[in-house]
């Protein structure tokens, strides 16, 4: 994510719009909360709270995430390289206070293929 800030700055097309900068990979928050569990190696449990029970009348939520990248491949080319199993586990690490992730990704493609 941090190598494509730069190029963002540098694009004068990209000034002063909004962008989806990580994975379009498609995710259910129940798949999301289940790899974050597997990934940490938790024992936490997952709950389930009806809709009504959680938000306000009126209130709609995502339930899945599928961000669109079309608009930042359009402008510098994006793709995505870190696996979010990846991202996950470099968080946790993080919040645990171990050592952050490395300033250089190693370059392993997210091809469509690894984004089931």
Do not use: Q
Not at 59 to 87: M, N, Q
């Amino acid at each position: 994510m941090a190598g494509v800030l730069p190029r963002l700055l540098e694009c004068p097309a990209a000034h002063g719009r909004v962008f989806n900068i990580g994975s379009d990979r498609t995710i259910t928050i129940e798949e999301l909360a289940n790899l974050a569990i597997a990934v940490t190696g938790s024992k936490s449990s997952i709950t389930r709270v009806r809709y009504t029970d959680a938000y306000a009348a009126g209130f709609e939520d995502l339930l899945k995430r599928g961000p669109d990248l079309t608009r930042i491949r359009e402008a510098v080319g994006f793709e995505p390289t870190i696996p979010l199993e990846r991202t996950l586990a470099d968080v946790a690490a993080w919040v645990r206070g171990g050592k952050g992730p490395p300033m250089e990704w190693p370059a392993e493609p997210v091809g469509p293929e690894s984004r089931r």
